[in-house]
């Protein structure tokens, strides 16, 4: 079975573009979360997607969306990159929402120049 | 949720135990104690989750004292892939959101 999936895994961006990250969960688990980790911190939960509908957002600003499709897949969108935004971008997903430990995927690497 | 409080490193030798402390001193009554690592360069991984009863899986065992205000991660025979940062997390599930809250964690290097 295939574990929670990332894509790209290394992406470089110039200030002021916008960025499509995508993520699939594990199949069967409905729930997606995001989470951004700056080098030499943890991670920072982004959103929470269940069931396609937005549970929850952390601090961040509104250059920051995300969606959660049919299938469960989701993408995170930024948009106005600033050079800030460079991080690793971890999607994790869990089939319920409730117990239970989350399964992170590798993540994608951005980087903003 | 609670926050915890590890220490930033920790050393321990290839084949003995880890112990990884974490001190959770606000826990309320409903949030259980739950551990990640993270592997460099890698995603997060789960280890093991408690709420007051001590947990074991064959990844490592979890002990919660008994006022649950602190826990300890034991890896009983710790190999160099091991070597990691190790997340203690106190975690409530909730009606909304359910976000982990990753500290900087605990950097546990499994020396040769």
């Known amino acids: 079975d295939a574990g929670v999936t990332q894509s790209p895994t290394h992406l470089i961006k110039t200030r002021g573009q916008h960025v499509t990250l995508r993520c699939s969960p594990i199949s069967g688990h409905k729930s997606v979360s995001w989470y951004q980790q700056v080098l030499g911190q943890g991670p920072q939960f982004i959103f929470q997607y269940y069931e396609k509908e937005e549970r929850g957002r952390g601090n961040f600003p509104d250059r920051f969306s995300a969606r959660q499709f049919p299938n469960y897949s989701s993408e995170l969108n930024v948009n106005a990159l600033l050079l800030g935004d460079s991080a690793l971008y971890l999607c994790a997903s869990n089939p319920i929402r409730g117990l239970g430990g989350y399964t992170f995927g590798s993540g994608t690497r951005l980087t903003v120049v | 949720d609670a926050k915890t409080t590890q220490p930033t490193s920790m050393d321990c030798a290839e084949g003995r135990a880890a112990n990884l402390p974490c001190n959770h001193s606000?826990?309320?009554?409903?949030?259980?104690v739950y551990w990640y690592r993270q592997i460099h360069s890698q995603g997060p991984q789960y280890i093991i989750h408690?709420?007051?009863n001590n947990e074991t899986n064959e990844m490592a065992s979890l002990i919660i004292t008994e006022d649950r205000k602190s826990s300890t991660l034991i890896l009983p025979h710790a190999t160099l892939r091991d070597t990691a940062v190790y997340y203690c997390?106190?975690?409530?599930?909730?009606?909304?959101?359910?976000?982990?809250?990753f500290g900087t964690g605990t950097r546990l290097t499994v020396i040769p």
């Open positions: 606000t826990i309320s009554g409903n949030e259980y």
């Open positions: 408690g709420l007051k």
């Open positions: 997390i106190a975690w409530r599930v909730q009606t909304g959101a359910n976000n982990l809250f």
